[in-house]
């Protein structure tokens, strides 16, 4: 079991820059892929980014440029920095971890692009 916890979503302008962690609850935390969703109101929840243990990285399509996924193994953390941020981003943000075919989710974190 992996308990995972994010934080650092808030309320942001729009062309503003958010950064979201992810804390991990497992001593194998090297051994998980690593990724961000999120869902936004009455939408499916889709990939944000994701980052394997081979260190390949995967963009959703619409945040390809703006935003960075990295990881601390040392920290046991997950990051997601997101710049340029527009209304659209709006959503609850996930984090996951996953290994095979088991997945770990996160709580959620409200990120909100308002004027």
């Known amino acids: 079991q992996v308990h995972l916890v994010e934080s650092g979503g808030g309320l942001v302008q729009p062309g503003g820059s958010l950064r979201l962690s992810c804390a991990a609850s497992?001593?194998?935390?090297?051994?998980?892929?690593l990724g961000w969703y999120r869902q936004a109101p009455e939408n499916a929840r889709e990939l944000v980014a994701e980052?394997?243990?081979?260190?390949?990285?995967n963009y959703g399509d619409a945040v390809k440029g703006r935003f960075t996924i990295s990881r601390d193994n040392a920290k046991k953390m997950v990051y997601i920095q997101m710049n340029n941020l527009k209304p659209e981003n709006t959503a609850v943000y996930y984090c996951?971890?996953?290994?095979?075919?088991?997945?770990?989710w996160g709580q959620g974190t409200q990120v909100t692009v308002s004027s």
């Open positions: 996951n971890a996953g290994v095979d075919s088991t997945n770990y």
């Open positions: 497992t001593n194998f935390f090297r051994s998980y892929n």
């Open positions: 980052l394997r243990i081979d260190g390949s990285i």
